[in-house]
């Protein structure tokens, strides 16, 4: 009997790994940045070219960082929930416009709306390495002393908002 | 006749001038082409001006996993982010850092996943150590398979009656084979 029964425990354990292995997402690799400061960066803003903003400037508040772009789909899907929480006044967003053109990122904003409490463009994407960002949209939720908390690779959901970014963001805000 | 063919045809006729008349164009354009190499030369953006810079590069950026397209390595992939890191890996190279100091920079935004050659760490034993414990297992079952099965002969002799048959039927078996 044990002769046949092994053989199938084995296969049923094998295709036990398997099937979470197909249910693992392999864009979700772990960052190694947080618990770590923010790379410092000061970069032009969006709508006025003459302006920069610096992460210091940050200091002291919670804050969010998307990386988005024009050409990039996935930040559309997200749009509306950031356009949500923008109005909801919880947190300030800040956009990173991510290797992108200047008119085509205004007319973006112009035509889907405009969450951001300020933009900033990094159009060879140098502040984008240091952040490691790799796949567009990216979400980063900084602390008050500039320590990345969270990151969100993809589209920021209505579960990843509800059950993980806001009590981060209620919890960071409370403390000093 | 062939008058009259091209009288009865004319829409094919004049099809097939405009074909001619295309291909010539065609043919212009190819021979310009061709003939302007200056024209070339300027649209060819030189990859790199220091061609070690550039073959440290690639060897150190084989080494490397293209986030982006998973299966690809940063040397050979064609993804804006492969590029980007292949600029900023040719420009700390200009700027003197060594390989281990680009790789640790690289790791430190990235992790170790950039890396195709993980290091040997708590979470990664088990990725370097796996394939020799499940060689282990299979080595050990068979050991004790095979001790089973000698102990199984020993165990078990063949009676002389067992013998006896098994001696007939070779003998039958040989005799067989050689009519």
């Known amino acids: ?176 | 006749m062939s008058l009259e063919f091209i009288k009865n045809h004319r829409q094919l006729v004049t099809t097939w001038l405009r074909i001619l008349h295309g291909k010539r164009q065609l043919v212009l354009l190819l021979t310009i082409l061709a003939v302007s190499p200056l024209g070339w030369a300027k649209v060819a953006v030189p990859v790199a001006e220091n061609p070690e810079i550039e073959r440290r590069m690639i060897a150190l950026s084989k080494e490397l996993r293209c986030l982006v397209c998973q299966n690809e390595s940063l040397a050979g992939s064609q993804s804006d982010f492969a590029k980007d890191l292949r600029r900023e890996i040719r420009e700390q190279l200009i700027a003197n850092k060594s390989n281990q100091e680009i790789t640790d920079f690289l790791v430190a935004r990235y992790g170790d996943f950039i890396l195709y050659r993980p290091p040997i760490k708590s979470t990664t034993l088990l990725l370097w150590f796996g394939p020799f414990i499940f060689l282990l297992i299979g080595a050990g079952a068979l050991i004790i398979y095979l001790k089973q099965r000698r102990k199984l002969l020993e165990e078990m002799p063949l009676s002389k009656e067992q013998l006896d048959q098994a001696e007939t039927l070779l003998k039958k078996g040989s005799d067989g084979d050689s009519t």
């Open chain 1, 1 to 176: 009997m044990i002769r046949f029964l092994l053989p199938l425990v084995a296969f049923i354990v094998l295709v036990a790994f398997l099937l979470v292995g197909l249910n693992l997402n392999p864009r979700k690799i772990p960052s190694p940045l947080i618990g770590k400061p923010a790379p410092e960066f000061q970069l032009q803003q969006l709508y006025e070219s003459e302006k920069t903003l610096a992460s210091k400037d940050n200091l002291g508040k919670v804050w969010l960082l998307n990386v988005w772009a024009s050409w990039c789909a996935a930040c559309r899907e997200e749009h509306p929930l950031l356009i949500q929480l923008a109005n909801s006044g919880v947190v300030p967003i800040y956009g990173l416009n991510y290797k992108d053109k200047r008119d085509l990122a205004l007319q973006w904003l112009d035509r889907f709306g405009d969450p951001y409490t300020v933009s900033i463009v990094d159009p060879d994407g140098r502040v984008g390495i240091e952040y490691g960002v790799y796949g567009v949209p990216e979400t980063y939720v900084i602390d008050k002393s500039g320590i990345i908390q969270y990151k969100q690779i993809g589209p920021v959901t209505v579960d990843v908002l509800e059950k993980t970014i806001l009590p981060l963001v209620k919890g960071l805000q409370g403390g000093i």
